[in-house]
């Protein structure tokens, strides 16, 4: 394991990763960082807490949004894949507890 060290909204951090990972977590970082400054730019969030729960939140959202690359669930967002594969579930949890 590496340590690499960060700065995020102005706060150093210490973090560890495979000497694989570190481009990702590189990237991951500033895109972290971005957010959270552009959210404390707008002036409508003062507390790194709120700052911090916001950009999670718009992260989420990015993730959630994004569309699985082309073949059998192409197009398909991944909060709609999770949302059927929750679905798909619970279906065989209901049929499985009529069996049982």
């Given at each position: 394991?590496?340590?690499?060290d960060v700065?995020?909204?102005?706060?150093?951090?210490?973090?560890a990763?495979?000497?694989?990972?570190?481009?990702?977590?590189?990237?991951?970082?500033?895109?972290?960082?971005?957010?959270?400054?552009?959210?404390?730019?707008?002036?409508?969030?003062?507390?790194?807490?709120?700052?911090?729960?916001?950009?999670?939140?718009q992260?989420?959202s990015?993730l959630l949004?994004m569309?699985?690359?082309?073949?059998p669930?192409?197009?398909?967002?991944?909060?709609?894949?999770k949302?059927?594969?929750?679905?798909?579930?619970?279906?065989?949890?209901?049929?499985?507890?009529?069996?049982?």
């Amino acid at each position: 394991m590496e340590r690499i060290d960060v700065t995020i909204l102005g706060r150093d951090y210490s973090l560890a990763c495979s000497t694989e990972e570190k481009p990702t977590l590189l990237a991951a970082v500033r895109h972290v960082d971005q957010l959270m400054l552009r959210i404390q730019g707008s002036g409508k969030v003062s507390s790194n807490e709120r700052i911090a729960v916001m950009a999670a939140l718009q992260i989420a959202s990015e993730l959630l949004s994004m569309k699985a690359p082309d073949g059998p669930l192409g197009g398909l967002a991944v909060g709609e894949f999770k949302g059927r594969i929750e679905h798909m579930n619970s279906l065989l949890d209901e049929v499985l507890s009529k069996q049982g």
